[in-house]
């Protein structure tokens, strides 16, 4: 099974800040990486697909980047509605494993 | 949109069967995945069904427990889960697999989740 890893597991900031979170991958899964976040008490939902395609509706603040091993998503212009949970996730082969997600908390 | 029921508390060696009504889309269509997530923790993939019901993957600790199966004229997925286990206790989420033409995956929408619970 390909195992994921998010750094850091948790981090503070302040609205307006630069934040980047990064995902591993154990082994190339090329692009087929995928981010979501996910609010308290509600389901997630896909931010990022394909390691750097937005999904409709997400505002252009959010990016990601990356091929084979090593992704990142980055906030630009963090908003005070962007604190949540942020998960990674390979669908290059099953089982589409997630990361243990990252918790972006207010500073 | 999904609409997930079924959820609740059930003892150790219990079953349960969770179901996700679909709406809004051409269900049949489309492959299906069941995602879970216990209490305070992370996210973690169950289970997919082909359109047709004629593939179905499983994560390796609910292999010969979990059933996940859809029945297309009525828009439902289903999770059959036998022999459950306290650490199955999570809210499990129903969610779409979005593929197009360009061969990558994710997962939307999501459903609200159902919560199962195991314990005596």
């Known amino acids: 099974d390909i195992q994921m890893t998010q750094s850091p597991s948790s981090l503070s900031a302040s609205v307006g800040d630069r934040v980047t979170i990064t995902c591993r991958a154990s082994q190339s899964i090329s692009t087929y990486l995928n981010w979501y976040q996910q609010k308290p008490g509600k389901a997630p939902k896909v931010l990022i697909y394909a390691a750097s395609s937005l999904q409709s509706g997400v505002p252009s603040r959010f990016s990601g980047s990356g091929s084979g091993t090593d992704f990142t998503l980055t906030i630009s212009g963090l908003q005070p509605e962007d604190f949540a949970t942020f998960y990674c996730q390979q669908t290059y082969t099953a089982p589409h494993t997630f990361a243990q997600g990252t918790k972006l908390g207010s500073k | 949109q999904l609409v997930e029921s079924g959820g609740g508390l059930v003892q150790p060696g219990g079953s349960l069967r969770l179901s996700c009504a679909a709406s809004?889309?051409?269900?049949?269509?489309?492959?299906m995945s069941w995602v879970r997530q216990a209490p305070g923790k992370g996210l973690e993939w169950v289970a997919n069904?082909?359109?047709?019901?004629?593939?179905?993957y499983y994560m390796d600790s609910v292999k010969g427990r979990f059933a996940i199966s859809r029945d297309n004229a009525k828009n439902s997925l289903y999770l059959q889960m036998n022999s459950l286990r306290a650490e199955d206790t999570a809210v499990y989420y129903c969610?779409?697999?979005?593929?197009?033409?360009?061969?990558?995956?994710?997962?939307?929408?999501w459903g609200q989740g159902t919560l199962v619970t195991v314990s005596s």
């Open positions: 969610a779409r697999i979005m593929i197009p033409a360009g061969g990558q995956w994710w997962f939307d929408p």
């Open positions: 809004g889309f051409t269900f049949s269509t489309y492959w």
């Open positions: 069904i082909k359109e047709d019901g004629s593939e179905k």
